[in-house]
């Protein structure tokens, strides 16, 4: 006990412990929240009667909302002494439309009419949250401690994406009456709500992220159009953000379809679409040692190319699983799916770690928080409208499993041409250093 105590006390003398737990417990609290909710928020539509159009205007809605909050947010992150008071508007939001979410069945045979936008500003809030979040990050930490501030957060947010949805899925994968399936969903909206009441406790122990605002005691005032050319002329920054388009774009077009595939082809309950994030998570779990050490060794913009191209190799998971399933070996499928997205799994772990890592390399110093909200506005819009042409490819190659196979066969394509773009820019920018701007 009395090592505990010590312990304790040694992380709390030293604020680079102490912050590396404090951002720990944030990761962890906001995975659960986005594993108790954002997992489910498909199903859920769909337990609502959801068709995959609905399902691809609800993910369009949702970026539409995200993207009218974050610029001028952006702006006003930029003019506060401390972007933790972003994050607590942010999970404010965030709850406040979680609560309304979890209310909307109440209305019947309209309830998904409801859901939909109040998820969306839900959706927004947490998206705030998620933007703000690296901009504070950047502030609060130094840049020699933020690749293992970040590994350490990444290890703890992935450990729960194992275990939270196979508790969840075989939760609801076990609830055969709709009425009792209906309120175990808003069970996990309210359970993510309270949960973001601890986190705004967590932020608040965050110490640092103070920085300048004032000169000679006025508060600066933000010029949006100067702030934009000033960005512009930031080359490395444009670099990085034109890379990321081109990535987005292959990355989000099927994230409706990779849902369809698992539902309608593969005819996936809960539990098994539980293993499969599980499984998944896994793999970027296992790989997460190597990835810092191969951030320590070769910098941060050396694995991009890996995670593309292993979401590359991902798409053979259905064009090999759906055949093998409507021919009746349903179990050969499975386990054919999972081997596949498990071993492809591997290289992922780099998009999440290393993404936030390039980003604040290259953002400029003075307008750093409108720099991190343009970076979230570009994937918020990709994400608005790449599932709905997914979508539409599927359908003008015909639909079914010919369709299916055909756009990710496309996808695939598209992948690896993203994955030889990182390894262009990480060739071009090799001894590129951020105190260089």
Not at 242 to 260: A, E, G, K, P
Not at 398 to 426: D, H, N, P, Q
Request: aromatic letters at 12%.
């Amino acid at each position: 006990m009395e090592k505990v105590k010590t312990a304790i006390r040694n992380i709390k003398s030293d604020d680079k412990r102490h912050n590396l737990v404090m951002f720990a417990l944030d990761g962890m609290l906001i995975t659960i929240i986005q594993q108790l909710v954002w997992t489910n928020v498909n199903t859920f539509a769909q337990h609502m009667g959801a068709t995959p159009d609905q399902l691809a205007f609800m993910t369009f809605l949702n970026q539409v909302v995200t993207v009218a909050v974050l610029f001028p947010m952006g702006i006003v992150s930029d003019r506060v002494r401390n972007k933790k008071i972003i994050l607590n508007v942010a999970l404010i939001v965030l709850m406040v439309f979680y609560f309304l979410a979890a209310l909307t069945p109440i209305f019947g045979k309209y309830a998904l009419y409801a859901f939909i936008p109040v998820i969306s500003f839900g959706a927004a809030g947490r998206q705030l949250y998620l933007a703000t979040w690296n901009a504070f990050f950047k502030d609060a930490t130094k840049e020699e401690d933020r690749s293992d501030v970040m590994a350490v957060r990444t290890r703890i947010t992935l450990i729960l994406g194992v275990v939270v949805p196979i508790i969840t899925g075989n939760i609801l994968a076990h609830a055969k009456d709709a009425a009792v399936k209906t309120l175990i969903y808003q069970a996990f909206i309210i359970g993510a709500m309270f949960v973001g009441l601890l986190l705004l406790y967590v932020i608040k122990k965050i110490r640092g992220g103070d920085v300048k605002t004032h000169d000679e005691g006025v508060k600066e005032k933000i010029n949006v159009i100067e702030a934009l050319k000033h960005i512009s002329k930031n080359k490395n920054y444009m670099f990085f953000m034109f890379c990321l388009l081109c990535f987005y774009f292959s990355w989000q077009i099927d994230w409706t379809m990779w849902l369809i595939a698992k539902t309608d082809y593969l005819m996936m309950d809960e539990a098994w679409l539980a293993y499969a994030n599980a499984i998944g998570t896994l793999g970027q779990f296992i790989s997460i040692g190597i990835w810092r050490r191969i951030n320590n060794k070769k910098g941060v913009r050396f694995g991009l190319m890996f995670g593309a191209w292993g979401l590359s190799a991902c798409t053979l998971s259905v064009i090999i699983a759906v055949p093998m399933y409507e021919a009746g070996n349903k179990m050969a499928a499975y386990i054919t799916y999972m081997l596949i997205w498990a071993v492809t799994n591997l290289p992922q772990t780099v998009t999440s770690l290393n993404l936030p890592l390039n980003l604040i390399e290259v953002v400029d110093e003075k307008y750093s928080a409108i720099c991190i909200s343009l970076y979230t506005i570009l994937t918020t819009i990709t994400n608005a409208i790449m599932p709905s042409i997914g979508v539409a490819i599927y359908n003008a190659f015909g639909g079914g499993s010919k369709g299916l196979t055909s756009l990710y066969t496309v996808i695939g394509i598209l992948r690896f041409m993203a994955g030889c773009l990182w390894f262009y820019r990480y060739k071009k920018m090799k001894d590129f250093r951020s105190e260089d701007q």
